[in-house]
């Protein structure tokens, strides 16, 4: 593997390191750390030039971010996954403080642990499908290649899903009734 | 110095509804609030025909344009919502008081009010409407005395900005008592 190409993959470890440690407790799927990371590259343009997304069968994808989930390279026992959850070790805690010190003076990394902060508060509340229909909808060039769009973006799903996250006070009331008219053919 | 926030209908409420775009320019040459845009509130502030009027307030405000901070809530909020700023004033509040800054963010629209009071409760104390920011120029920061802060509260009254009538009763006598 070229120089360059591992010091890629570093940096997208360290990305998921951070956003691991920035909460103290497990990301509640690998599927939430996937999507996750991509409203992070959304938000951050300097992440989105280290971890890029394809569409696939679950929406958003990055064969790096899945390898390094399955078995880190740089830090190997700093994050384990159990069932499905997915938490940093306490050898990846003293790795995310040591990252944390070393940059905390540059303002830049303190936005970026701030919005990892953030997406980690909001993103975590969702449940699968509310999280893939938010996507789905958000971004809906990512339902191409889908296996389970069609299934959440069917009218009566969409209603149920969308009442939920109004119930969790995770959407606005204008978000929900755009969700529940949403013309899934016109996009 | 306190950074304030404001969404765009805070601007819009002074330069088109009650057309005072000098009391913006009083309240952030008053040194007393540092002003922060972002990228969405400003391009909206263009549409306006009084923009030029606030632009030297606008170009001295701090702007965070190279992180997409909005884009973490957008999945969150309609698009209505989301082409006036909303979710980019709520990002921005956030990430500036997680690094420790003192803020204020201001936010008149009752669906973005109540996504914070119920998603992002840590920062719903930070959070005020563009009614509850003239009181606090007037009370607390002494931008206003108590006869102009009574004026323009009644010039929104009678303008195009939507409040209910209780609010401005009550901002009303609020000023009265401080």
Same mark, same amino acid.
């Given at each position: 593997m070229k120089q360059k190409e591992m010091d890629r993959l570093e940096i997208v470890e360290k990305y998921i390191i951070l956003l691991l440690g920035i909460v103290d407790k497990p990301v509640p799927s690998i599927l939430h750390l996937e999507k996750e990371m991509f409203i992070l590259s959304r938000a951050n343009p300097t992440v989105a030039k280290f971890v890029s997304f394809i569409k696939h069968y679950k929406g958003p994808y990055s064969d790096v971010l899945k390898e390094l989930i399955d078995s880190p390279l740089y830090h190997k026992d700093a994050y384990k996954v159990v069932n499905d959850r997915i938490m940093l070790t306490s050898k990846g805690k003293e790795i995310f403080e040591k990252i944390v010190k070393n940059y905390e003076k540059d303002k830049r990394f303190r936005q970026l642990l701030g919005t990892l902060k953030m997406i980690r508060e909001l993103y975590d509340r969702l449940s699968d499908e509310e999280l893939l229909l938010l996507i789905y909808i958000t971004y809906p060039d990512f339902r191409e290649k889908s296996n389970v769009s069609d299934k959440l973006l069917a009218p009566e799903k969409r209603e149920e899903i969308a009442r939920k996250l109004l119930k969790k006070g995770l959407i606005t009331e204008k978000r929900y009734r755009e969700i529940v008219e949403y013309d899934a053919g016109n996009t | 110095m306190m950074r304030v926030i404001p969404d765009t209908s805070f601007f819009i409420c002074f330069l088109?509804?009650? =057309? =005072?775009?000098e009391l913006l320019i009083r309240i952030f040459n008053s040194n007393k609030f540092a002003l922060v845009v972002g990228k969405i509130v400003h391009e909206e502030l263009k549409r306006s025909e009084n923009y030029l009027k606030i632009e030297s307030i606008l170009n001295k405000s701090e702007f965070y344009d190279y992180t997409q901070f909005g884009e973490i809530i957008r999945p969150f909020m309609s698009l209505e919502e989301i082409s006036k700023g909303e979710h980019e004033v709520i990002a921005i509040a956030y990430i500036l008081n997680f690094l420790g800054y003192e803020i204020i963010f201001i936010l008149d629209d009752n669906d973005a009010r109540n996504f914070v009071l119920r998603s992002l409760k840590k920062i719903s104390n930070r959070m005020i409407g563009t009614i509850g920011f003239v009181c606090r120029c007037c009370c607390h920061h002494k931008i206003f005395n108590k006869e102009e802060a009574r004026l323009i509260l009644i010039m929104i009254k009678n303008s195009n900005f939507r409040v209910k009538k209780e609010i401005l009763e009550r901002a009303i006598g609020e000023i009265e008592g401080c």
């Amino acid at each position: 593997m070229k120089q360059k190409e591992m010091d890629r993959l570093e940096i997208v470890e360290k990305y998921i390191i951070l956003l691991l440690g920035i909460v103290d407790k497990p990301v509640p799927s690998i599927l939430h750390l996937e999507k996750e990371m991509f409203i992070l590259s959304r938000a951050n343009p300097t992440v989105a030039k280290f971890v890029s997304f394809i569409k696939h069968y679950k929406g958003p994808y990055s064969d790096v971010l899945k390898e390094l989930i399955d078995s880190p390279l740089y830090h190997k026992d700093a994050y384990k996954v159990v069932n499905d959850r997915i938490m940093l070790t306490s050898k990846g805690k003293e790795i995310f403080e040591k990252i944390v010190k070393n940059y905390e003076k540059d303002k830049r990394f303190r936005q970026l642990l701030g919005t990892l902060k953030m997406i980690r508060e909001l993103y975590d509340r969702l449940s699968d499908e509310e999280l893939l229909l938010l996507i789905y909808i958000t971004y809906p060039d990512f339902r191409e290649k889908s296996n389970v769009s069609d299934k959440l973006l069917a009218p009566e799903k969409r209603e149920e899903i969308a009442r939920k996250l109004l119930k969790k006070g995770l959407i606005t009331e204008k978000r929900y009734r755009e969700i529940v008219e949403y013309d899934a053919g016109n996009t | 110095m306190m950074r304030v926030i404001p969404d765009t209908s805070f601007f819009i409420c002074f330069l088109d509804d009650i =057309k =005072k775009p000098e009391l913006l320019i009083r309240i952030f040459n008053s040194n007393k609030f540092a002003l922060v845009v972002g990228k969405i509130v400003h391009e909206e502030l263009k549409r306006s025909e009084n923009y030029l009027k606030i632009e030297s307030i606008l170009n001295k405000s701090e702007f965070y344009d190279y992180t997409q901070f909005g884009e973490i809530i957008r999945p969150f909020m309609s698009l209505e919502e989301i082409s006036k700023g909303e979710h980019e004033v709520i990002a921005i509040a956030y990430i500036l008081n997680f690094l420790g800054y003192e803020i204020i963010f201001i936010l008149d629209d009752n669906d973005a009010r109540n996504f914070v009071l119920r998603s992002l409760k840590k920062i719903s104390n930070r959070m005020i409407g563009t009614i509850g920011f003239v009181c606090r120029c007037c009370c607390h920061h002494k931008i206003f005395n108590k006869e102009e802060a009574r004026l323009i509260l009644i010039m929104i009254k009678n303008s195009n900005f939507r409040v209910k009538k209780e609010i401005l009763e009550r901002a009303i006598g609020e000023i009265e008592g401080c």
